[in-house]
């Protein structure tokens, strides 16, 4: 029969038990299942631990869970207001861009010193050391941009429509030239060609050919085209602001009334209808229904 040897550092020597003996052959089998009880009892005892466990830690694990979707929920609002910020940037950007534009139209009408309106240039800055840095909110930092760009907007456009009217003032001022060739007589007394005697000329001859253009001295409104007694066939276009200008002894009109016509627009042909004696061009401008020396408005004069 085997022997049994139970070993323990409670025990000076090895207990060896021989089975050979009724008596041992129970001692050993009571060790046994005292044995295999104590084993059941640690795995239940362990079992009941771990499931205490598991439910002290549930709280813990939904409350990171909780925390997960907060982190989540944070990066995704902190996407969007990076993206309406984005937006709010490129608005700024073209509103920037419109302004530019402008400010360089207007530079270029007022003959403004260049880069004047320049809004992607940084300003100069300065001031005191030691100035206590404030935290910025950019929001904030952005709406004050907006501001300041709807009023730089706002005084653009005012100043714009200033200087157009400025510049449609001068384009319906009489400024060029009706006519080629050269001024054959002048404003003021002189013989009458027909007889002789003195007489008060009241505009300007440009000598021509017949058929050459006549083109309008400034932008205006045909507020006369026709036939009138001793001019023969005539244009009288209004400037507006009391200023008119008269074409007469023309050979052929061809601006009716009510034609808006531009500075430099065909308004007719030399020829020698009327009282004339030949070919040319009378001209005169006329200031609140006086007529007035036309020389005094005339750009160029060919002579």
């Known amino acids: 029969m085997p022997n049994i040897i139970v070993v323990s550092r409670h025990l000076r020597s090895p207990l060896t038990l021989n089975l050979e003996s009724a008596r041992n052959r129970w001692l050993a089998a009571g060790a046994g299942a005292v044995l295999l009880l104590a084993a059941a009892g640690a795995g239940a005892l362990a079992t009941h631990w771990s499931a205490r466990s598991d439910a002290a830690l549930d709280p813990l694990r939904a409350e990171l869970a909780a925390s997960r979707e907060a982190v989540v929920a944070a990066r995704a609002e902190a996407q969007r ?55 910025q909110d950019l929001g904030a930092t952005l709406g004050r941009v907006e501001a300041q760009f709807a009023r730089a907007q706002a005084q653009l456009d005012v100043l714009g429509a200033l200087i157009e009217g400025e510049e449609m003032a001068k384009a319906a001022r009489p400024s060029r030239a009706p006519a080629p060739g050269y001024i054959s007589s002048g404003f003021g007394l002189r013989a009458d060609p027909f007889t002789g005697g003195r007489a008060h000329h009241f505009g300007v001859d440009f000598d021509a050919n017949y058929g050459d253009p006549i083109t309008a001295a400034a932008d205006g409104i045909v507020s006369f085209a026709g036939v009138k007694s001793g001019y023969g066939y005539t244009v009288v276009v209004d400037h507006g602001d009391g200023y008119q200008t008269l074409y007469a002894h023309n050979q052929r009109n061809v601006v009716r009334a009510g034609d808006v016509v531009r500075a430099g627009q065909k308004l007719a042909t030399v020829g020698s209808s009327g009282r004339s004696t030949g070919a040319h061009l009378h001209f005169e401008v006329h200031v609140n229904g006086r007529p007035v020396n036309p020389m005094a408005y005339l750009e160029r004069i060919r002579g």
């Open 81 to 135: 207001e990076v993206n309406a910020m984005a937006v709010r940037l490129s608005e700024l950007q073209a509103q920037a861009n419109r302004l530019n534009a402008l400010g360089h139209r207007l530079t270029e009408m007022g003959q403004l010193k260049d880069g004047e309106f320049d809004f992607s240039e940084r300003p100069a800055m300065g001031g005191p050391e030691g100035a206590e840095a404030m935290p």
